[in-house]
C-alpha cells in the first residue's frame, strides 16, 4: 500500500502524520506498542498487508485474506482522564462506522463497547491496548481490522463475520476507505482533545440500535438483563433491570 | 434487591449461628459475613457497578453492630503498593491459556507488565514503577477491581 498516496489524500492533521507500512509483520499493535514506548509521537499509523500474529482481544486471532482488507494501528495519546479511558473504545468504532457511512451506501451499527456491523455481522475488530505508568496514561495502542474486500469466509466466521464489499456487492477501493478512516479518526480525536466526550458519546448513540431495548450482558458467566438506558459519562452502558440502575463495564451485549 | 431485603439478610446472619450468608438474584450477588477477616460484602454482576449506592455499602451503612465487612488489613508500610488507576477487570495474563505476567516471589522492574485491567474491552496494561520483589497479589484472576484499589505489594531492592 503506497504510504504517499494515503499521506496525500488525507486532510488529517494528527492521526497518520507519520505512517510506516509493512509487507508483512507480527501484529501491527506490537508494532505500534514497541514505537510508544520508544517515545513515539501521537498519530503514527502502522499498516501491515499481511499479519502472521494478527490478534484481537484476550489473544483471540484475528484472520484477514492477504491484500482485500485493512490491519493497521494507530498510536494515540488522548488527554482524557484514567477514569473515562473506556470513552477511547467508542471513539474507535464511532471513526469506523463514519468512515463506512461516507464510502457506502450502507448503513453500520455500533456495537456497545467497540464493534461496528452491516446488517447484524461484525465487520470491523478493534483491540486497543493502554500503556499506564505510574497511574497516568502513557498512550492508547489501537489495533483496527475492517474487512473490506473479503468474500470468503470460514465457516464458523460465517454467521458472524462480513465485509463491506459482500454487503454492498461491490469491490472497494482499500486506500480510500483507509483515507477515510483516517479522516474521520482525526475528526473525532480533535474533539476527545478537546474535552467534548459529550459529543462521542452523542454521535456514538446515534449508529447504536439498543437504546430503549432489552438486552443480556454476559461477562464471564454471569447474565444481567435489562433494558439499555444510556451512556455513562465514563462510556460505560446504563441498564434498567427490575429494581434499579446499574453501570456496566464489561460484557457482551445481545439484543433480546 | 432492595434496601429492607439486604437488612433482613443482615439479620438472619446476626440471629443465626451461620458466619456467612451469601444470596444470588438476577445475576446480583451479596456476601453478609460476620467474619471481620473475611472481604467486604460484594455486590458484582457483568462487572456492573450500581449507579446509586451500591448494595455493600448500604449494609454497611445501615447496620454498623453486624460487622459484615472490615476493610482489608492495612498492608505493612514498608511494600510498595502498585494501584489501579481505572475501574475495569484484573487479568494477570494476557489470554485464557497464557502464561501469567508475573508470579509472587519474582523480582520485576519498572516496565515490568504486572496485569491487564480491561474496561469496555480496552486492555489496560499495568506496568511496574519500581524495581522490587513481589510479596502478595491481592486480587484474584478476572474479578472486578476499583479505582485506586491496591492490586500488589512489591518489597522494593
Redesign the interface.
Known amino acids: 500500500m503506497l504510504k504517499e498516496e494515503i499521506r496525500l489524500s488525507t486532510q488529517s492533521k494528527i492521526i497518520g502524520k507519520n505512517i510506516h507500512t509493512f509487507d508483512l509483520l507480527d501484529s501491527t499493535n506490537l508494532k505500534a506498542k514497541s514505537l510508544l ?1 520508544e517515545g513515539e509521537e501521537e498519530g503514527t499509523i502502522v499498516i501491515a498487508e499481511e499479519q502472521t500474529a494478527g490478534r484481537g ?4 486471532s484475528w484472520v484477514s485474506e492477504r491484500g482485500k482488507n485493512l490491519t493497521f494501528s494507530v498510536v494515540l495519546k488522548p488527554q482524557i482522564s ?2 473515562s ?2 470513552i ?3 471513539y474507535g468504532g464511532l471513526a469506523v462506522a463514519e468512515a463506512i457511512q461516507d464510502q457506502s451506501h450502507l448503513h453500520p451499527e455500533c456495537k ?3 464493534d461496528v456491523l452491516l446488517n447484524g455481522k461484525k465487520c470491523c475488530g ?12 502513557v498512550g ?1 495502542v489501537m489495533g483496527i481490522g475492517i474487512n473490506v474486500n473479503q468474500r470468503v469466509f470460514t465457516r464458523e466466521l460465517r454467521a458472524t463475520a462480513t465485509s463491506m464489499s459482500i454487503e454492498t456487492g461491490e469491490e472497494l477501493n482499500r486506500i480510500s476507505v483507509l483515507v477515510a478512516v483516517v479522516n474521520q479518526m482525526d475528526e473525532q480525536y480533535r474533539l476527545i482533545q478537546a474535552g467534548h466526550l459529550d459529543d462521542i458519546r452523542e454521535k456514538w448513540k446515534a449508529y447504536c440500535p439498543m437504546f430503549g431495548r432489552m438486552v443480556s ?4 458467566d ?4 435489562g433494558i439499555a438506558l444510556d451512556l ?1 459519562h465514563d ?2 452502558l ?2 434498567t ?11 457482551d451485549v445481545t439484543l433480546n | ?2 434496601l429492607t431485603y439486604l437488612k433482613k439478610l443482615v439479620r438472619i446472619v446476626e440471629q443465626s449461628g451461620v458466619d456467612e450468608i451469601e444470596v444470588e438474584e ?3 450477588r451479596v456476601r453478609v459475613a460476620k467474619n471481620s477477616h473475611t472481604n467486604s460484602s460484594i455486590a458484582h ?8 449506592s451500591p448494595p455493600s455499602q448500604a449494609v454497611q451503612g445501615e447496620n454498623p453492630a453486624s460487622q459484615p465487612a472490615a476493610p482489608p488489613a492495612t498492608p505493612e508500610v514498608k511494600y510498595h503498593e502498585v ?1 489501579s ?5 484484573f ?1 494477570r495474563a ?5 502464561e501469567e505476567y508475573i508470579q509472587v516471589g519474582q523480582t520485576v522492574q519498572p ?1 515490568t507488565v504486572l496485569c491487564i485491567i ?10 511496574c ?1 519500581i524495581a522490587g520483589r513481589v510479596v502478595k497479589i491481592l486480587v484474584e484472576n ?1 474479578q ?1 477491581v476499583e ?1 485506586n484499589q491496591t492490586l500488589f505489594l512489591i518489597e522494593p531492592v
Open positions: 514506548q482481544r484476550m489473544g483471540r484514567p477514569e479511558i473506556g477511547v473504545s467508542l456497545w463497547p467497540n478493534i483491540l486497543s491496548e493502554a500503556v499506564f505508568k505510574q497511574g497516568s496514561l492508547v450482558i454476559r461477562h464471564h454471569s447474565f444481567i438483563t455513562a462510556g460505560g446504563i441498564l433491570t427490575e429494581h434499579k440502575q446499574i453501570k456496566v463495564l464489561a460484557g | 434487591m432492595d438476577e445475576g446480583l454482576a457483568a462487572s456492573a457497578q450500581a449507579v446509586a494501584k488507576p481505572i475501574v475495569g477487570t487479568y494476557p489470554a485464557p491459556d497464557a516496565k480491561e474496561a469496555m474491552k480496552l486492555m489496560n496494561e499495568i506496568e514503577d478476572g472486578p479505582y
